[in-house]
Protein backbone atom coordinates (compact mmCIF):
# COMPACT_ATOMS: atom_id res chain seq x y z
CA UNK A 1 0.00 0.00 0.00
CA UNK A 2 1.41 3.55 -1.21
CA UNK A 3 1.96 5.68 2.21
CA UNK A 4 0.72 8.93 2.14
CA UNK A 5 1.75 11.88 3.67
CA UNK A 6 -0.01 15.56 3.81
CA UNK A 7 1.94 18.68 4.41
CA UNK A 8 -0.41 22.13 5.12
CA UNK A 9 1.78 25.13 3.85
CA UNK A 10 4.61 25.51 0.74
CA UNK A 11 6.77 28.03 3.24
CA UNK A 12 10.16 26.86 3.37
CA UNK A 13 9.70 24.07 6.04
CA UNK A 14 6.95 22.20 4.24
CA UNK A 15 8.52 22.15 0.52
CA UNK A 16 12.16 21.24 2.32
CA UNK A 17 10.27 18.22 4.22
CA UNK A 18 8.25 17.63 1.12
CA UNK A 19 11.59 16.00 -0.11
CA UNK A 20 12.41 14.15 2.83
CA UNK A 21 9.23 12.56 2.88
CA UNK A 22 9.32 11.49 -0.92
CA UNK A 23 12.96 10.10 -0.60
CA UNK A 24 11.57 7.67 2.36
CA UNK A 25 9.00 6.53 0.00
CA UNK A 26 5.63 8.75 0.80
CA UNK A 27 3.43 10.22 -1.63
CA UNK A 28 3.36 13.96 -0.79
CA UNK A 29 0.49 16.35 -1.28
CA UNK A 30 1.14 19.84 -0.17
CA UNK A 31 -1.93 22.65 0.10
CA UNK A 32 -0.69 25.50 0.46
CA UNK A 33 -3.05 28.79 0.87
CA UNK A 34 -1.62 31.45 -1.11
CA UNK A 35 -1.24 31.40 -5.30
CA UNK A 36 1.56 30.26 -6.55
CA UNK A 37 4.69 32.63 -5.85
CA UNK A 38 6.62 31.73 -8.69
CA UNK A 39 3.76 33.14 -11.19
CA UNK A 40 4.54 36.74 -9.65
CA UNK A 41 7.46 38.54 -10.06
CA UNK A 42 9.46 38.64 -7.02
CA UNK A 43 11.72 41.68 -7.29
CA UNK A 44 14.61 41.85 -4.73
CA UNK A 45 13.82 43.79 -1.97
CA UNK A 46 9.92 43.20 -2.30
CA UNK A 47 11.16 40.25 -0.34
CA UNK A 48 12.48 39.48 3.44
CA UNK A 49 16.44 38.55 3.53
CA UNK A 50 17.14 35.57 5.15
CA UNK A 51 20.84 34.44 6.58
CA UNK A 52 21.31 30.78 6.29
CA UNK A 53 23.60 29.31 8.52
CA UNK A 54 25.31 25.61 8.80
CA UNK A 55 22.06 23.89 10.60
CA UNK A 56 19.93 25.27 7.07
CA UNK A 57 23.00 23.84 4.79
CA UNK A 58 23.04 20.65 7.31
CA UNK A 59 19.27 19.94 6.34
CA UNK A 60 19.57 20.80 2.80
CA UNK A 61 22.86 18.46 2.04
CA UNK A 62 20.57 16.00 3.91
CA UNK A 63 18.76 15.24 1.15
CA UNK A 64 21.29 16.48 -1.57
CA UNK A 65 19.85 19.88 -2.32
CA UNK A 66 21.98 22.38 -1.53
CA UNK A 67 23.73 22.93 -4.76
CA UNK A 68 20.52 24.64 -5.85
CA UNK A 69 20.11 27.08 -2.76
CA UNK A 70 24.21 27.88 -3.28
CA UNK A 71 23.65 29.28 -6.42
CA UNK A 72 21.49 31.94 -5.09
CA UNK A 73 23.07 32.69 -1.44
CA UNK A 74 25.62 35.39 -0.69
CA UNK A 75 27.99 34.35 1.63
CA UNK A 76 28.60 37.30 4.48
CA UNK A 77 31.55 37.09 6.33
CA UNK A 78 31.06 39.51 9.10
CA UNK A 79 29.49 42.37 10.34
CA UNK A 80 29.91 45.84 9.64
CA UNK A 81 28.66 48.08 11.84
CA UNK A 82 27.94 52.32 11.05
CA UNK A 83 28.32 54.61 13.56
CA UNK A 84 26.72 58.19 13.74
CA UNK A 85 29.89 59.57 11.93
CA UNK A 86 29.68 56.95 8.95
CA UNK A 87 32.92 55.20 10.25
CA UNK A 88 32.68 52.08 10.08
CA UNK A 89 34.27 48.71 12.08
CA UNK A 90 34.05 45.46 10.88
CA UNK A 91 33.58 42.12 13.30
CA UNK A 92 34.06 38.52 10.99
CA UNK A 93 31.40 36.11 12.39
CA UNK A 94 33.53 33.32 12.61
CA UNK A 95 37.02 32.10 11.15
CA UNK A 96 38.61 32.61 8.08
CA UNK A 97 36.29 30.96 5.49
CA UNK A 98 33.21 30.97 7.50
CA UNK A 99 30.04 32.64 6.90
CA UNK A 100 26.39 32.95 7.26
CA UNK A 101 24.41 33.51 3.55
CA UNK A 102 21.89 36.21 2.51
CA UNK A 103 19.21 34.74 0.27
CA UNK A 104 15.78 35.87 -0.37
CA UNK A 105 12.61 34.48 1.45
CA UNK A 106 11.12 34.51 -1.72
CA UNK A 107 13.39 33.85 -4.37
CA UNK A 108 14.53 30.62 -1.83
CA UNK A 109 10.61 29.59 -1.15
CA UNK A 110 10.24 29.68 -5.19
CA UNK A 111 13.53 26.87 -5.57
CA UNK A 112 11.91 25.29 -2.51
CA UNK A 113 8.91 25.09 -4.51
CA UNK A 114 10.56 23.77 -7.39
CA UNK A 115 12.60 21.39 -5.60
CA UNK A 116 9.41 19.69 -3.63
CA UNK A 117 7.97 19.16 -6.95
CA UNK A 118 11.32 18.27 -9.43
CA UNK A 119 13.03 16.25 -6.22
CA UNK A 120 9.83 15.64 -3.96
CA UNK A 121 7.18 14.40 -6.41
CA UNK A 122 4.95 16.32 -4.29
CA UNK A 123 2.11 17.60 -6.02
CA UNK A 124 1.28 21.46 -4.50
CA UNK A 125 -2.35 22.49 -4.34
CA UNK A 126 -2.68 26.77 -4.12
CA UNK A 127 -5.22 28.86 -3.29
CA UNK A 128 -6.58 26.03 -0.80
CA UNK A 129 -6.55 27.37 2.87
CA UNK A 130 -6.35 24.88 5.65
CA UNK A 131 -9.48 25.69 7.88
CA UNK A 132 -9.90 22.66 10.39
CA UNK A 133 -8.20 19.24 10.94
CA UNK A 134 -8.94 16.26 12.57
CA UNK A 135 -5.90 15.12 14.63
CA UNK A 136 -6.77 11.35 15.03
CA UNK A 137 -7.95 11.07 11.78
CA UNK A 138 -5.43 12.60 9.77
CA UNK A 139 -8.01 14.40 8.46
CA UNK A 140 -7.75 18.31 6.54
CA UNK A 141 -10.21 20.47 5.87
CA UNK A 142 -9.73 22.85 3.06
CA UNK A 143 -11.17 25.90 1.84
CA UNK A 144 -10.28 27.32 -2.37
CA UNK A 145 -9.87 30.29 -1.52
CA UNK A 146 -10.86 30.94 -5.30
CA UNK A 147 -14.02 28.94 -5.98
CA UNK A 148 -14.96 28.81 -1.96
CA UNK A 149 -15.47 25.53 -1.98
CA UNK A 150 -15.01 23.60 1.07
CA UNK A 151 -12.99 19.71 1.15
CA UNK A 152 -11.22 17.55 3.12
CA UNK A 153 -8.14 15.27 1.97
CA UNK A 154 -6.44 12.45 4.50
CA UNK A 155 -3.39 10.56 4.84
CA UNK A 156 -1.20 8.39 7.22
CA UNK A 157 0.51 11.31 8.62
CA UNK A 158 0.06 15.15 8.41
CA UNK A 159 2.69 18.11 9.05
CA UNK A 160 1.49 21.53 9.75
CA UNK A 161 4.24 23.82 8.40
CA UNK A 162 1.56 26.45 7.90
CA UNK A 163 3.97 29.45 9.89
CA UNK A 164 3.93 31.39 12.63
CA UNK A 165 0.03 31.54 12.69
CA UNK A 166 -0.54 28.35 12.03
CA UNK A 167 -4.43 27.30 11.03
CA UNK A 168 -3.69 23.65 12.26
CA UNK A 169 -2.30 24.65 15.78
CA UNK A 170 -4.68 27.19 16.22
CA UNK A 171 -8.74 25.76 14.61
CA UNK A 172 -7.59 22.23 16.27
CA UNK A 173 -4.13 22.07 18.87
CA UNK A 174 -5.50 24.48 20.50
CA UNK A 175 -8.66 23.17 21.53
CA UNK A 176 -7.48 20.03 22.95
CA UNK A 177 -6.88 19.62 26.65
CA UNK A 178 -4.10 20.65 27.96
CA UNK A 179 -2.50 22.44 24.63
CA UNK A 180 0.04 25.49 26.16
CA UNK A 181 0.05 28.04 24.36
CA UNK A 182 1.89 31.70 24.88
CA UNK A 183 2.32 34.58 21.77
CA UNK A 184 4.00 37.58 23.20
CA UNK A 185 4.69 40.19 20.70
CA UNK A 186 8.27 42.46 21.24
CA UNK A 187 7.59 45.99 21.72
CA UNK A 188 8.94 46.72 18.20
CA UNK A 189 8.38 46.31 14.77
CA UNK A 190 10.33 46.56 11.84
CA UNK A 191 10.33 48.37 7.83
CA UNK A 192 11.84 46.95 4.99
CA UNK A 193 13.56 49.57 2.78
CA UNK A 194 15.78 48.86 -0.98
CA UNK A 195 18.93 49.90 -1.55
CA UNK A 196 18.99 49.70 -5.33
CA UNK A 197 22.07 49.30 -6.72
CA UNK A 198 24.10 51.79 -8.59
CA UNK A 199 23.27 52.41 -12.46
CA UNK A 200 26.36 50.25 -13.43
CA UNK A 201 24.73 47.22 -11.55
CA UNK A 202 27.51 47.53 -8.60
CA UNK A 203 26.49 47.49 -4.90
CA UNK A 204 26.88 50.57 -2.93
CA UNK A 205 27.79 48.86 0.31
CA UNK A 206 30.53 46.01 0.88
CA UNK A 207 28.59 42.94 -0.15
CA UNK A 208 30.20 40.18 1.47
CA UNK A 209 29.02 41.63 4.97
CA UNK A 210 25.27 41.92 7.11
CA UNK A 211 25.83 45.68 7.23
CA UNK A 212 24.10 47.09 11.10
CA UNK A 213 23.63 50.91 12.00
CA UNK A 214 23.39 50.20 15.69
CA UNK A 215 21.77 53.19 17.71
CA UNK A 216 20.62 51.73 20.95
CA UNK A 217 16.67 51.39 21.28
CA UNK A 218 17.00 50.40 17.65
CA UNK A 219 18.87 49.24 14.57
CA UNK A 220 19.01 49.30 10.65
CA UNK A 221 20.11 46.30 8.93
CA UNK A 222 21.38 46.00 5.36
CA UNK A 223 21.70 42.36 3.59
CA UNK A 224 22.82 41.74 0.17
CA UNK A 225 20.45 41.14 -2.83
CA UNK A 226 22.07 39.13 -6.00
CA UNK A 227 20.90 41.74 -8.05
CA UNK A 228 23.60 44.52 -6.61
CA UNK A 229 20.82 46.29 -3.88
CA UNK A 230 20.23 45.51 -0.41
CA UNK A 231 17.06 44.65 1.48
CA UNK A 232 17.59 46.85 4.75
CA UNK A 233 15.15 46.49 8.05
CA UNK A 234 14.51 49.19 10.28
CA UNK A 235 13.39 47.99 13.79
CA UNK A 236 12.16 50.22 16.64
CA UNK A 237 9.89 49.98 18.82
CA UNK A 238 6.15 51.10 18.05
CA UNK A 239 5.54 53.68 20.42
CA UNK A 240 7.73 56.04 22.36
CA UNK A 241 10.96 58.38 21.55
CA UNK A 242 12.43 57.23 18.25
CA UNK A 243 10.02 55.09 17.62
CA UNK A 244 7.81 54.47 14.22
CA UNK A 245 5.18 56.44 15.54
CA UNK A 246 7.39 59.46 15.05
CA UNK A 247 8.30 58.87 11.83
CA UNK A 248 4.10 59.69 10.34
CA UNK A 249 5.14 62.59 8.15
CA UNK A 250 7.89 62.31 5.09
CA UNK A 251 9.84 64.93 6.44
CA UNK A 252 10.28 63.13 9.52
CA UNK A 253 11.54 60.36 7.87
CA UNK A 254 13.79 62.01 5.99
CA UNK A 255 15.18 64.26 8.76
CA UNK A 256 15.40 60.99 11.00
CA UNK A 257 17.56 58.93 8.65
CA UNK A 258 19.10 62.23 7.74
CA UNK A 259 20.30 62.52 11.06
CA UNK A 260 20.96 59.22 12.46
CA UNK A 261 22.23 57.23 9.07
CA UNK A 262 24.28 60.00 7.52
CA UNK A 263 26.17 57.75 5.49
CA UNK A 264 23.35 55.75 4.32
CA UNK A 265 20.82 58.59 3.86
CA UNK A 266 23.68 59.54 1.54
CA UNK A 267 23.90 56.75 -0.57
CA UNK A 268 20.18 55.62 -0.67
CA UNK A 269 18.20 57.74 -3.33
CA UNK A 270 14.36 57.75 -3.54
CA UNK A 271 14.22 56.96 0.51
CA UNK A 272 10.69 57.88 1.02
CA UNK A 273 9.49 56.39 -2.26
CA UNK A 274 10.56 53.17 -0.41
CA UNK A 275 9.28 53.94 3.16
CA UNK A 276 6.11 53.85 1.63
CA UNK A 277 6.97 50.42 -0.34
CA UNK A 278 6.51 48.26 2.50
CA UNK A 279 4.18 47.71 5.75
CA UNK A 280 5.64 48.26 9.34
CA UNK A 281 5.33 44.97 10.54
CA UNK A 282 5.25 43.39 14.09
CA UNK A 283 7.21 40.66 15.48
CA UNK A 284 6.11 38.06 17.85
CA UNK A 285 7.26 34.75 19.89
CA UNK A 286 4.98 31.90 19.85
CA UNK A 287 5.74 29.46 22.23
CA UNK A 288 3.12 25.71 22.27
CA UNK A 289 3.07 22.13 23.34
CA UNK A 290 2.87 19.79 22.70
CA UNK A 291 3.51 20.21 19.21
CA UNK A 292 1.93 16.39 17.87
CA UNK A 293 -1.55 15.15 18.21
CA UNK A 294 -2.55 12.12 16.71
CA UNK A 295 -1.32 11.54 12.52
CA UNK A 296 -0.37 15.82 13.00
CA UNK A 297 2.94 17.14 14.05
CA UNK A 298 3.98 21.10 14.17
CA UNK A 299 7.03 21.56 12.76
CA UNK A 300 9.27 24.88 11.96
CA UNK A 301 7.11 28.42 12.83
CA UNK A 302 4.37 26.47 13.50
CA UNK A 303 5.77 24.99 16.40
CA UNK A 304 8.14 27.67 17.29
CA UNK A 305 8.37 30.92 15.68
CA UNK A 306 10.59 33.59 17.16
CA UNK A 307 11.92 37.12 16.32
CA UNK A 308 14.50 37.36 14.07
CA UNK A 309 17.35 38.63 15.58
CA UNK A 310 19.35 35.40 15.70
CA UNK A 311 19.22 34.65 12.30
CA UNK A 312 18.04 31.37 13.11
CA UNK A 313 13.95 30.59 12.50
CA UNK A 314 14.09 29.18 9.18
CA UNK A 315 17.61 27.26 10.12
CA UNK A 316 15.79 26.08 13.01
CA UNK A 317 13.41 24.74 11.00
CA UNK A 318 14.76 22.86 8.27
CA UNK A 319 16.89 21.54 11.86
CA UNK A 320 13.75 20.02 12.62
CA UNK A 321 13.31 18.06 9.08
CA UNK A 322 16.69 16.81 10.20
CA UNK A 323 15.55 15.62 13.36
CA UNK A 324 12.43 14.05 12.20
CA UNK A 325 14.23 12.54 9.65
CA UNK A 326 16.36 11.07 11.57
CA UNK A 327 13.44 9.24 14.38
CA UNK A 328 11.68 8.63 11.35
CA UNK A 329 14.49 5.75 10.32
CA UNK A 330 15.32 5.21 13.89
CA UNK A 331 11.78 3.86 14.32
CA UNK A 332 11.14 2.63 11.34
CA UNK A 333 8.48 4.84 10.83
CA UNK A 334 6.22 3.61 13.66
CA UNK A 335 5.00 7.54 13.69
CA UNK A 336 3.62 7.72 17.40
CA UNK A 337 6.79 6.95 18.47
CA UNK A 338 8.44 9.33 16.03
CA UNK A 339 5.60 11.96 17.42
CA UNK A 340 6.57 11.35 20.66
CA UNK A 341 10.04 11.20 20.69
CA UNK A 342 10.55 14.80 18.41
CA UNK A 343 8.51 16.78 20.34
CA UNK A 344 10.54 15.64 23.46
CA UNK A 345 13.61 15.98 22.03
CA UNK A 346 12.71 19.12 20.21
CA UNK A 347 10.70 21.39 22.45
CA UNK A 348 13.27 22.52 24.39
CA UNK A 349 15.68 23.42 21.36
CA UNK A 350 12.94 25.27 20.35
CA UNK A 351 12.77 26.70 23.38
CA UNK A 352 16.93 27.77 23.36
CA UNK A 353 16.10 29.02 20.10
CA UNK A 354 13.89 31.97 21.23
CA UNK A 355 15.90 32.66 24.00
CA UNK A 356 18.73 32.82 22.04
CA UNK A 357 16.99 35.47 19.46
CA UNK A 358 15.75 37.48 22.15
CA UNK A 359 19.24 37.59 23.76
CA UNK A 360 20.32 38.92 20.64
CA UNK A 361 18.17 41.64 19.85
CA UNK A 362 19.36 43.02 22.55
CA UNK A 363 23.23 42.03 21.22
CA UNK A 364 22.77 43.41 18.03
CA UNK A 365 20.90 46.88 19.30
CA UNK A 366 22.82 47.76 22.83
CA UNK A 367 26.16 46.08 22.45
CA UNK A 368 27.87 45.22 19.30
CA UNK A 369 28.91 49.14 18.72
CA UNK A 370 29.78 48.94 22.64
CA UNK A 371 33.91 49.19 23.03
CA UNK A 372 33.85 46.94 26.01
CA UNK A 373 31.64 44.08 23.91
CA UNK A 374 33.81 44.04 21.16
CA UNK A 375 36.82 43.94 23.41
CA UNK A 376 35.05 40.88 25.63
CA UNK A 377 34.95 39.18 22.04
CA UNK A 378 38.59 39.87 21.01
CA UNK A 379 39.49 38.23 24.31
CA UNK A 380 36.69 35.41 23.72
CA UNK A 381 37.95 34.59 19.96
CA UNK A 382 41.90 34.82 21.17
CA UNK A 383 40.75 32.38 23.93
CA UNK A 384 39.64 30.53 21.41
CA UNK A 385 42.09 30.17 18.86
CA UNK A 386 44.52 28.74 21.75
CA UNK A 387 42.02 26.13 22.67
CA UNK A 388 39.54 25.90 20.58
CA UNK A 389 38.23 22.80 22.70
CA UNK A 390 37.93 24.29 25.68
CA UNK A 391 35.67 27.83 24.36
CA UNK A 392 33.51 27.93 21.40
CA UNK A 393 32.17 31.35 21.13
CA UNK A 394 28.28 31.20 21.29
CA UNK A 395 28.06 32.42 17.85
CA UNK A 396 29.77 29.91 16.35
CA UNK A 397 27.56 27.39 18.35
CA UNK A 398 24.77 28.49 17.25
CA UNK A 399 25.53 29.60 13.64
CA UNK A 400 28.67 27.75 12.31
CA UNK A 401 27.49 23.86 14.34
CA UNK A 402 25.28 21.93 14.76
CA UNK A 403 25.43 21.46 18.55
CA UNK A 404 22.04 21.29 19.92
CA UNK A 405 20.28 25.15 20.84
CA UNK A 406 19.93 24.14 24.51
CA UNK A 407 23.23 22.48 24.76
CA UNK A 408 24.21 26.21 23.04
CA UNK A 409 22.67 28.50 25.13
CA UNK A 410 23.42 26.69 28.50
CA UNK A 411 26.98 27.25 27.62
CA UNK A 412 26.61 30.84 25.75
CA UNK A 413 25.21 31.85 29.74
CA UNK A 414 27.87 29.68 31.47
CA UNK A 415 30.41 31.73 29.02
CA UNK A 416 28.73 35.07 29.73
CA UNK A 417 29.19 34.92 33.34
CA UNK A 418 32.79 33.59 33.14
CA UNK A 419 33.64 36.47 30.65
CA UNK A 420 31.72 38.73 33.43
CA UNK A 421 34.22 38.34 35.52
CA UNK A 422 36.96 38.48 33.20
CA UNK A 423 35.78 41.75 32.06
CA UNK A 424 35.11 43.19 35.43
CA UNK A 425 39.15 44.04 35.62
CA UNK A 426 39.98 47.39 36.32
CA UNK A 427 42.74 46.77 33.57
CA UNK A 428 41.17 44.41 31.12
CA UNK A 429 42.08 46.99 27.83
CA UNK A 430 46.03 46.92 28.63
CA UNK A 431 45.87 43.29 29.51
CA UNK A 432 43.14 41.57 27.26
CA UNK A 433 45.58 39.99 25.54
CA UNK A 434 48.15 38.96 28.37
CA UNK A 435 49.27 35.19 29.91
CA UNK A 436 47.31 36.16 33.35
CA UNK A 437 44.20 36.76 31.49
CA UNK A 438 44.22 33.68 29.81
CA UNK A 439 45.29 31.57 33.24
CA UNK A 440 42.35 32.98 34.59
CA UNK A 441 40.11 32.14 32.14
CA UNK A 442 41.12 28.70 32.50
CA UNK A 443 40.73 28.20 36.36
CA UNK A 444 37.31 29.62 36.30
CA UNK A 445 36.55 27.31 33.58
CA UNK A 446 38.19 24.57 36.04
CA UNK A 447 36.20 25.95 38.77
CA UNK A 448 32.99 25.58 36.93
C1 LIG B 1 11.99 40.14 9.31
C2 LIG B 1 12.33 38.69 9.40
C3 LIG B 1 13.64 38.29 9.20
C4 LIG B 1 13.99 36.95 9.31
N1 LIG B 1 15.30 36.59 9.17
C5 LIG B 1 15.66 35.30 9.27
C6 LIG B 1 17.01 34.89 9.08
O1 LIG B 1 17.89 35.74 8.82
N2 LIG B 1 17.32 33.58 9.17
C7 LIG B 1 16.40 32.63 9.48
O2 LIG B 1 16.75 31.45 9.59
N3 LIG B 1 15.10 32.97 9.67
C8 LIG B 1 14.71 34.27 9.57
N4 LIG B 1 13.40 34.63 9.73
C9 LIG B 1 12.42 33.59 10.09
C10 LIG B 1 11.94 32.81 8.88
O3 LIG B 1 11.36 33.67 7.93
C11 LIG B 1 10.92 31.79 9.36
O4 LIG B 1 11.41 31.09 10.47
C12 LIG B 1 10.60 30.79 8.24
O5 LIG B 1 10.02 31.46 7.17
C13 LIG B 1 9.68 29.71 8.78
O6 LIG B 1 9.37 28.81 7.76
P1 LIG B 1 8.02 28.00 7.82
O7 LIG B 1 7.99 27.20 6.59
O8 LIG B 1 7.89 27.35 9.13
O9 LIG B 1 6.88 29.11 7.77
P2 LIG B 1 6.53 30.13 6.55
O10 LIG B 1 7.75 30.46 5.80
O11 LIG B 1 5.76 31.22 7.21
O12 LIG B 1 5.58 29.25 5.63
C14 LIG B 1 4.28 28.92 6.01
C15 LIG B 1 3.48 28.59 4.77
O13 LIG B 1 2.19 28.12 5.16
C16 LIG B 1 1.20 28.78 4.37
N5 LIG B 1 -0.04 28.80 5.17
C17 LIG B 1 -0.31 29.56 6.26
N6 LIG B 1 -1.55 29.29 6.70
C18 LIG B 1 -2.06 28.33 5.90
C19 LIG B 1 -3.31 27.66 5.85
N7 LIG B 1 -4.28 27.91 6.73
N8 LIG B 1 -3.49 26.73 4.90
C20 LIG B 1 -2.52 26.45 3.97
N9 LIG B 1 -1.33 27.08 3.96
C21 LIG B 1 -1.09 28.01 4.91
C22 LIG B 1 1.78 30.16 4.14
O14 LIG B 1 1.16 30.80 3.04
C23 LIG B 1 3.25 29.82 3.89
O15 LIG B 1 3.50 29.50 2.55
C24 LIG B 1 13.01 35.97 9.62
C25 LIG B 1 11.68 36.36 9.79
C26 LIG B 1 11.34 37.71 9.70
C27 LIG B 1 9.91 38.12 9.92
Known sequence: MEKSAIIVG????????????????????????????????????????????????????????????????????????????????????????????SVSRGGLNARMMNIAEEKGNAKIHYNK??????????????????????FKDQADVVFACDGAFSAVRYNAMQKTDRFDYKQDYIDDGYRELLLPANDDGSYRLDKNALHIWPRGRF?????????????????????????????????????????TFPDFYEICPNLIESWHDHPL??????????????KFALMGDAAHATVPFYGQGMNGGFEDCTVMASLMEKHNEDWPAVFAEYQKQRKPDGDALQDLSVH??????????????????????????????????LYSQVSFSNIRYSDAW????????????????????????SKEVEEHILELLEKA
Open 10 to 101: AGLVGSLWAVYLSKAGYKVTIYERRPDIRKAEISAGKSINLALSVRGWTALKGVGVENEVDEIAIPMHGRIMHDTTGETTYQPYGKEGQAIY
Open 281 to 294: SSLAIVRCYPWTNG
Open 360 to 393: NYYVMRDYVADPQFLLQKKIEARFNEMYPNKWLP
Open 219 to 259: MLIALPNEDGSFTCTLFMPFEGENSFETLKADADVDRFFKE
Open 129 to 150: QCIDADLEAGIVYLKDSETGEE
Open 410 to 433: NAGMHQDAIMKKVMDRPDIASVWD
